[in-house]
């Protein structure tokens, strides 16, 4: 699989974006995705995760509340609606897979380190 970002943007402090991460060369139903976002210098840093298999859904502490991920199967589809964005949110995000969780217990983290070029946010003023 590989997977393409896109709907970054620059933002105003308390707007919204939704980014998108298309998958392809396969579907998506049997994985789990996360995504993760990056500042320069910085390793990456996992922000949520979706299971395509059951649609559970899992987010760092500095996120809940504030974004939603969701899944498309049928279009290979996974977005990450950001609301309530802060400064601190500025960073370039990336989708990849993720291991499917166990018993509730969720590893952010990504299975291998194929990135892909990612999308840009920057919440500013």
């Known amino acids: 699989l590989q997977f393409v970002e896109s709907g970054g943007g620059l933002v105003q402090p308390g707007g919204s974006l939704r980014l998108s991460c298309v998958a392809s060369?396969?579907?998506?139903?049997?994985?789990?995705i996360g995504w993760f976002r990056q500042v320069p210098g910085k390793e990456h840093e996992g922000v949520s995760g979706i299971s395509m298999t059951d649609g559970s859904t899992y987010y760092t502490d500095s996120v809940k509340g504030r974004f939603t991920i969701s899944g498309d199967n049928a279009k290979s589809t996974v977005y990450l609606q950001m609301n309530s964005l802060k400064p601190e949110d500025s960073a370039i995000y990336f989708c990849?897979?993720?291991?499917?969780?166990?018993?509730?217990?969720?590893?952010?983290?990504?299975?291998?380190?194929?990135w892909g070029q990612g999308t840009q946010v920057t919440v500013s003023s």
């Open positions: 990849t897979l993720i291991p499917t969780p166990h018993q509730g217990s969720w590893i952010l983290l990504p299975v291998d380190d194929d």
């Open positions: 060369g396969g579907t998506l139903d049997s994985y789990t």
